[in-house]
């Protein structure tokens, strides 16, 4: 309001909050302007006074003030100042008959004035004269914690006040407290125990009754997590289902023997006089009434009431005054009836029925709710209308009830006597227990509910829409039924507000559809759209609940708290003919009470001596609506001591004022007041009231009545009052089209049948979203109605808060009216329309006013279910309305402007998919039938039609037709007889240029199909164009948004995510295709499905499988899948991959064509890690071919050779477990041609061979002393063998013909350059070379960068698979080292660095081909393949490795020098060769260029296992030999085995560092001499390569030096008799094991260009070490 135009201070006072008072309703009546220097924001009247709250939080007290010392007797005219409650904020007053209360900001109760019966709150004072604060206090908590009010509300005695908490207390005197308790008067406030753990929303006080508007509960929030089907206590089914032929019949017979369930084993007994309400987990019973009362008269004794039931559900306590407790002498049975009571006869008006009936009356009507309350069941019910479920409920109607069901309103609401979920309690809202409460409640007993009604009756009594016809059918009704009603689903035919018709199940479907085949039926049993919009209310703290109960208590005497009876309540008890009336405002006057609802109806009970109740109808015990003439919509309501103030809606939206009850004499003295004046016969219309202004609020008390009304300030007030009464004509429109419309239609039996089941599925959805939107509607009049009585803060408006809320829901709705149009169901439902309403369906012309006269009745029909959109532009324009009274630069104004432009767009879209879907309709009609029913879908809308040949198929022959139809989610080409539907998602459409002239093209392009569509001019073209991209467009966002988003981008994107089912494409025909799009091809990542169950997940391109994929193929017969993980290329598996077949063979390796090819792996057997057999080598067309590795693992042989087509042929080894060796020629998978076989113990034979182990022709046998034999041979080795030839025993000094025999090795076997060229061809052709050297070094740089970058990327999406630390390596390769211009020393190191890093990756091509040849090499040389005969093969192995591996770094690197060049000098090294004048003989080993010393590092270790054990097996006898000899001579101490040794004395150490100090060497010490050499030297076992051993030798030599150099203390050069002794002692003390093996090692793999220089004679020196040992034993 700050904002506005006139803000500030100039805004006098007299025009907001401005109040005038005055008193009856005589023309002559004047009201009094009270005047005041600021607004007042809340005035409220006593008997004799009133309170007003002004802005600021200031009170004022006028009229008579007894209380108060100085007052004139004659009351105060000018209203005074409370001082007492100057320095507080308040925020609401009360007046009482003689006391007031006040509340402030921080939530504490103020009361003065009259204090004799406590209802000031304060003990000791019969007066109370100035605002004292009373404490509230919550003395149950520990410790007492002061409860904070939110409003307090006086009556003639009490008072009661609304916690923050949402509960009520109370204190004063009479039964109207609620509390258990006959001392009165209660001095401290006391909670009302029995509304405890309920929402109360409102209290207020009558003269001697209390009144709270209470939320109803929500379903209790365990239900919906457990479905409990077993009875709490004894843990029986609750329910038993049985399935007859065509129906089902559910029974909830459950008795439980342990009776009513207590939550907490709280289960205190009546007589404690605490029902534990908040524990107990249902609505309360009747309450207790203690033995106070006030009338003798109604103390009714037990006896006197037979039929009466004795217990209701949950509270074992019976009902009438005297509390007696249950005795045994009346068990009362699960059911709650009292045994003692026989059901009536079901349909026979009996008197017995009809005394019961009256008895119950007497005893006030056992009010029990057998549901935790209405809400879960309302919920339920909601759903139900949505689901095939109520069949069963209904289904139990039809079968039990001899008679057509009554209205859906009563139908379930359920008798004292039978409370049917009473073991369901607990779960209220859980499906299966409400279906079965449902069931039974409809079914078996609603005869027994309705047993004294004639079914006329039951019809007759009709909702709200018909209440004016036929009251005095109502009013029997009514008074007949206050006794009965007692389940708290009170009259459910309201609640059709949340969700409408709770037997949209329709009666007609259930008698011919049986509920087994509504299961088959594919739609869900269980709806996830609750069809109540509860969720909508609950969920949303902005909006007021409209599901709400009323609640009284306190004396009765004349009917003031509407239980249909004169009795007095000692607790509070739900007003049952109230639940489900929206009831949002209470008022209570002295002896009457008054309940506003969401409909703006007045509902009013009790006295009606002066008429106050608005209408003459009697009894006035029960609530009953006023009579307001038509289209006056009430919205506030006060009530005095014999009168009613109404404020309502007329005409105009200035509100209007209506008066019924007293007319108060003008001249009469106050004295007299008893005199009679006249009386009103209904409201009258106060004439006054139109120059008030705008009223936002009135009150009454005593014979006064008061309204609070603003001037239009700038439109603003006016543009509120019009927004808010718009909105209250608005939801009673939408309720009457409710009640007058739709319930009627959905009683009708043959509705179904009319509709046809699609309509009739889109009739409730339609339904359920009306009542959604009813639903909002009501609670946002109710916010506006309370919005104008208390802020008028614009951003608190829902309509702004929530904007979003209410334009989803009138989307929501709009789309549910289209779809039922589109589909014909407005025409459908016309003949039921005429059935219910006759012929001309006058009641539906005339709720759609405003639609043309003799307009059809479907268009009526359809013009009333579009009416919210009308509405929707009404808030618009009103919102700008309010906008208008803004500065336009403030923040409401841009707020209000903002929402209003979403309304209004809003509009226009719901207008346009309107008139959408009426062309739609109009199309339907005229479109040959047979298609219709195949394409006619309730969300499909027709864009455009070539009907008129607008477009045609291009080369389309002479007499076809061809008709192309756009639908919003599809291209239809119509033929004949015949249609083909294109799916828009996958639809791409061009333009063709119109260089052939004449010609005014469209290519379309769909997954399978490409046409080019020809239009008659170029504006259809252009039109054509526009619309289907449009449409694509809008199919692919998944919006129907309006069309300036299509038109801001006016192509569609070639690119998108789609599904399409392949229909013709041979390969894939009936696969399911999910993923991206390119141009009508699968194009970047997606799944195919295709329906024999096989699936691709991963890249395609251009339409085929293409780049990384996941391929599984099920395989029947064994019940598995074939799974592919790898690469593809045009549709084929292509590229690395991993495939394990269902049998469960294993193959890692390259494939093409969909063919293992190139280098591979293939374990098979059950388990890989111990197949039985692994293959790894080169594959042809997925075929072993050429070298490859084959290891028998269940035989324990390895084969290492040549294959063709699957089989052994060519070279190859054979090595087995046993040490038998093969190498020569296999044919045919067998040993076949020449060959050379070795056993263990070097047995040898030479010669031919005609199956595996089997001799057979020419050959020489050689024993392993030498001796052999030469001939034919033939048998298998290893049995006997058949020999004919010649023995030799050689010549001991013939020796020269046995060296040549030893050689021979390897001469049969495949050579090393030969092995593994699949693994080398790989890495090649990963470089873009076809074969090794020929090719591009820039595109192979390339190449290299597009593989690092493209795995990069790929293990970005999986960064689990890359350590930090292999991170950081692939950011290092990214940059590429210059490969270009001379090789120096320097740009030598970066090369070595750069490859190190490149090896240590797979994802580089290098680091690939590393770990194939490491992989290989372990497969081959590890296992069975540990035979010390391939120890040469496995050495030359790593040469050709090397050389091969060398080839490619030149090719990368081409100026480095070939293997022994010379490196380039660089410019700095040239000076320092010069300047230090040595003389360099032989080149620096570090300047010659070798592939062992750039790559051995790289590889060596990696292969150094399987290497190192072949040697330490060759080496295996020399090795023993030589540690025995280390063995026995370390025995001896250091000084005598260096004499041993031939140590030169000199050399001998003296002195020896132990533990920091020096010691003395003596004869025993052991260990200790040249310590540090012996210890380095121990490091050649640590080292890998060759050069890193020949390190650790010359660190040896150069420890020993430095020792003998201490000695000697000067310069001394070695001789090498002097060093070898020396030398050969450190060699002895290190106790190399294996020194025999790293001899050889370092000897075979050592640098060429080393050899000759110091590393050679030092390494030289050391093998000389190593047999000098081993002869050791000799010297």
Not at 759 to 775: E, K
Not at 1234 to 1253: K, M, P, Q, R
Not at 1382 to 1406: F, G, M, N, Q, S
């Amino acid at each position: 309001m700050e904002k506005l135009k006139s803000s500030g201070e100039e805004e006098s006072s007299g025009e907001r909050g401005v109040l005038h008072t005055w008193r009856g309703y005589s023309c002559s009546v004047t009201p009094e302007k009270v005047l005041l220097s600021r607004p007042v924001l809340q005035a409220a009247l006593g008997a004799k006074h009133g309170v007003l709250l002004v802005e600021g939080g200031q009170v004022y007290s006028f009229g008579e003030l007894p209380w108060k010392q100085n007052q004139p007797s004659s009351g105060t005219t000018e209203p005074l100042l409370e001082a007492g409650l100057s320095e507080q904020h308040v925020v609401c007053v009360a007046a009482g008959a003689s006391h007031s209360g006040a509340v402030t900001e921080d939530g504490v109760v103020h009361m003065w004035g009259d204090n004799t019966y406590g209802q000031c709150g304060l003990s000791g004072l019969s007066v109370v004269p100035n605002p004292t604060p009373v404490a509230v206090v919550d003395c149950e908590a520990t410790p007492p914690q002061p409860i904070r009010v939110l409003e307090v509300a006086c009556g003639e005695q009490h008072t009661l006040a609304l916690s923050a908490r949402h509960e009520v207390w109370s204190w004063g005197s009479g039964c109207q407290l609620g509390l258990l308790t006959t001392t009165f008067p209660v001095w401290k406030p006391h909670k009302v125990e029995h509304l405890a753990g309920r929402h109360v929303l409102q209290v207020v006080c009558g003269a001697s009754h209390s009144l709270a508007l209470v939320r109803c509960l929500p379903p209790p929030q365990e239900a919906r997590r457990l479905p409990v089907d077993k009875c709490g206590q004894c843990n029986q089914s609750l329910y038993t289902m049985t399935d007859k032929e065509d129906h089902v019949i559910i029974s909830d017979s459950h008795y439980c023997p342990l009776g009513v369930e207590l939550e907490d084993g709280d289960s205190k007994s009546g007589s404690e006089g605490s029902l534990g309400l908040g524990k107990m987990k249902s609505s309360p019973s009747e309450p207790i009434l203690s033995a106070y009362t006030q009338s003798p008269k109604s103390v009714i004794p037990l006896s006197s009431s037979p039929g009466a039931t004795s217990v209701s559900a949950p509270a074992p306590v019976s009902e009438t005054q005297g509390q007696t407790p249950r005795t045994e002498s009346q068990p009362v049975l699960a059911d709650g009836v009292v045994s003692g009571a026989a059901p009536q006869s079901q349909t026979s008006e009996t008197d017995s029925t009809e005394a019961r009936a009256s008895a119950e009356l007497t005893a006030a009507g056992a009010k029990c709710s057998p549901y935790p309350d209405e809400q879960a069941l309302k919920d339920y019910l909601k759903r139900l209308s949505d689901q095939t479920l109520a069949e069963q409920a209904s289904k139990n109607q039809t079968a039990q009830c001899s008679q057509p069901l009554p209205e859906s309103s009563d139908v379930f609401i359920s008798d004292p006597a039978t409370p049917v979920a009473q073991s369901v309690t607990p779960m209220g809202s859980a499906l299966n227990h409400l279906v079965v409460s449902c069931a039974s409640a409809v079914g078996e007993r609603v005869a027994s509910t309705y047993e004294a009604l004639s079914l006329r009756k039951v019809i007759n009594y009709w909702g709200p829409g018909e209440s004016r016809e036929r009251p005095e059918e109502r009013v029997r009704q009514e008074e007949h039924r206050q006794g009965k009603k007692s389940c708290s689903l009170g009259d459910i035919r309201e609640e059709e507000a949340e969700g409408l018709s709770r037997r949209l199940s329709l009666p007609g479907l259930l008698s011919q559809v049986s509920p087994r085949l509504l299961r088959r039926v594919s739609r869900p049993p269980v709806r996830a759209v609750a069809l109540t919009p509860v969720g909508v209310a609950e969920s949303d703290a902005h909006l007021p609940s409209l599901q709400t109960e009323v609640w009284s208590w306190g004396r009765g005497q004349e009917g003031q708290l509407g239980h249909g009876d004169l009795l007095p309540r000692l607790q509070p008890l739900c007003i049952k003919s109230l639940s489900g009336k929206e009831v949002i405002r209470v008022a209570a006057g002295a002896l009457h009470s008054l309940a506003l609802t969401a409909q703006s109806e007045v509902y009013s009970w009790g006295s009606n001596s002066f008429g106050q109740l608005g209408h003459m109808e009697s009894p006035s015990t029960i609530p009953r609506l006023a009579k307001l003439s038509d289209g006056i919509r009430a919205w506030d309501v006060g009530a005095g001591q014999h009168h009613t103030l109404l404020l309502a809606d007329g005409d105009c939206f200035q509100p209007i004022l209506y008066y019924s009850g007293q007319q108060v004499k003008e001249g009469s003295a106050e004295s007299t007041q008893e005199q009679t004046g006249g009386y009103t016969q209904q409201p009258v219309l106060l004439p006054f009231c139109m120059n008030l202004g705008y009223v936002s609020s009135v009150c009454a008390g005593g014979q006064s009545c008061a309204a609070l009304a603003d001037r239009n300030v700038m439109g603003f007030i006016g543009s509120l009052h019009e927004l808010a009464a718009a909105e209250r004509k608005y939801y009673c429109k939408l309720t009457s089209i409710k009640s007058v419309l739709l319930q009627p239609l959905l009683k009708l039996e043959s509705l179904s049948s009319a509709l046809g089941p699609a309509c009739t599925g889109l009739l409730q959805n339609l339904i359920s979203r009306f009542g959604r939107l009813a639903q909002l509607t009501g609670q946002n009049s109710a916010s506006l109605t309370s919005f104008l009585r208390r802020s008028r803060d614009v951003r608190g408006l829902v309509l702004l808060e929530n904007a979003q809320l209410f334009l989803d829901t009138y989307s929501e709705y709009c789309a549910s009216v289209g779809n039922l149009l589109v589909m014909g169901g407005f025409q459908a439902l016309v003949r039921p329309c005429q059935d219910v309403f006759g012929k001309g369906a006058e009641v539906v012309q005339k709720l759609s006013e405003g639609c043309e006269d003799g307009a059809m009745l479907a268009d009526i029909l359809s013009h009333l279910f579009y009416l919210p959109v009308r509405h929707l532009h009404e808030y618009g324009h009103l919102l700008l309305k309010l906008a208008t009274c803004y500065e336009v630069n403030s923040m409401d104004y841009q707020k209000l402007q903002d929402v209003c432009s979403k309304y209004e767009s809003l509009v226009l879209l719901l207008k346009r998919k309107r008139k959408e879907a009426e062309y739609t309709l109009h199309f339907w009609k005229s479109f040959p039938g047979k298609m219709t029913d195949s394409l006619r879908k309730p969300s499909r809308r027709l864009v455009c039609e070539s009907s008129n040949k607008a477009l045609t198929l291009q080369n389309a022959g002479r007499f076809s037709v061809n008709w192309f139809i756009l639908f919003n989610d599809a291209l239809v080409h119509a033929q004949f007889s015949t249609h083909h539907v294109f799916p828009l998602a996958t639809l791409w459409v061009e333009p063709v240029s119109e260089e052939n002239a004449g010609l005014y093209g469209l290519k379309v392009t769909s997954p399978e199909e490409s046409f080019t569509l020809l239009a008659s001019s170029p504006s259809e073209k252009a039109k054509w164009l526009r619309s289907i991209n449009q449409a694509v467009e809008q199919a692919l966002s998944g919006t129907g948004m309006d069309t300036s988003g299509a038109a801001m981008r006016a192509d569609p994107p070639i690119s998108r995510t789609a599904s399409y089912t392949f229909y013709k494409d041979s390969r894939l025909k009936e696969v399911m295709y999910e993923g991206r799009w390119l141009a009508g091809k699968p194009n970047g990542r997606g799944v195919l499905k295709w329906p024999d169950g096989r699936m691709y997940t991963g890249t395609f391109k251009n339409g085929l499988e293409d780049g990384y994929g996941d391929y599984i193929v099920p395989n029947k017969n064994l019940n598995k899948s074939d799974h592919y993980q790898g690469h593809w290329k045009d549709g084929k598996m292509h590229g690395f991959g991993n495939f394990r077949y269902a049998t469960g063979e294993l193959y890692e390796g390259s494939f093409q064509d969909n063919m293992r090819h190139g280098h591979g792996m293939l374990r098979s057997g059950k388990l890989n890690s111990t197949s039985p057999s692994v293959f790894i080598g080169q594959w042809l067309h997925d075929k072993k071919t050429g070298y490859g590795v084959f290891d028998d693992i269940t035989r324990g042989e390895k084969y290492m050779g040549l294959w063709q087509e699957d089989l052994r042929q060519g070279n190859g080894v054979i090595v087995t477990q046993f040490g038998l060796y093969y190498e020569g020629a296999f044919s045919n998978n067998k040993m076949m041609g020449t060959g050379v076989l070795l056993s263990e113990d070097d047995t040898t034979f030479e010669g031919d061979f005609s199956d595996d182990w089997t001799l057979s022709g020419k050959g020489t046998l050689t024993m392993p002393n030498g001796d052999y034999i030469e001939g034919s041979f033939s048998g298998v080795w290893g049995t006997g063998l058949k020999i004919s030839g010649s023995y030799y025993k050689p010549n001991l000094y013939d020796s020269d013909k046995d060296k040549n025999r030893t050689l021979k090795l390897g001469r049969l076997a495949v050579p090393s350059e030969e092995k593994w060229k699949a693994v080398f061809g790989e890495c090649w052709s990963r470089l873009g070379c076809e074969s090794p050297g020929q090719g591009d070094t820039s595109t192979a740089w390339d190449n290299i960068a597009i593989a690092l970058t493209t795995n990069r990327r790929q293990h970005r999406d999986s960064p689990e698979l890359l350590s930090r630390s292999h991170n950081k390596t692939l950011e290092s390769l990214e940059f590429i080292p210059q490969h270009v211009g001379p090789v120096t020393l320097e740009k030598y190191h970066i090369i070595r660095r750069y490859l190190i890093k490149a090896c240590d990756t797979p994802l580089h091509p290098l680091g690939r081909l590393v770990e194939t040849l490491v992989a290989v090499y372990r497969m081959t040389y590890v296992g069975v393949g540990a035979n010390r005969r391939l120890l040469q093969q496995a050495v030359n192995e790593i040469k050709s490795y090397l050389s091969r591996i060398f080839q490619i770094v030149r090719f990368l690197f081409p100026d480095l020098p070939e293997e022994g060049g010379l490196l380039a000098e660089g410019p700095n090294e040239k000076k320092e060769s010069e300047s230090s004048g040595n003389k360099i003989d032989s080149p620096k080993p570090g300047r010659v260029v070798s592939s062992s010393a750039l790559l051995l590092p790289v590889l060596l270790p990696r292969l150094y296992p399987p290497l190192f054990t072949l040697y330490a097996l060759e080496k295996e006898k020399e090795d023993d030999v030589y540690w025995e000899c280390v063995l026995r001579l370390n025995k001896q101490p250091d000084l005598a085995l260096l004499a041993f040794l031939g140590v030169h004395q000199k050399f001998w150490p003296v002195t020896m560092t132990l533990h920091g100090e020096k010691q003395q060497v003596l004869s025993s010490t052991k260990d200790a001499c040249f310590a540090s050499a012996v210890e380095t030297l121990q490091q050649i076992s640590t080292t890998f390569t060759p050069s890193d051993k020949l390190q650790v030798i010359q660190l040896t030599f150069e420890e020993i030096t430095q020792e003998v150099l201490a000695l000697l203390k000067q310069d001394f050069l070695w001789s090498m008799d002097d060093l070898f002794p020396v030398f050969l002692y450190v060699v002895l003390r290190a106790r190399i094991r294996n020194l025999g093996s790293e001899v050889s090692l370092i000897e075979d793999l050592m640098d060429p260009c080393v050899q000759h220089g110091e590393h050679g004679i030092m390494f030289t020196t050391l093998k000389a070490c190593y047999y000098q040992i081993q002869h050791e034993k000799i010297t």
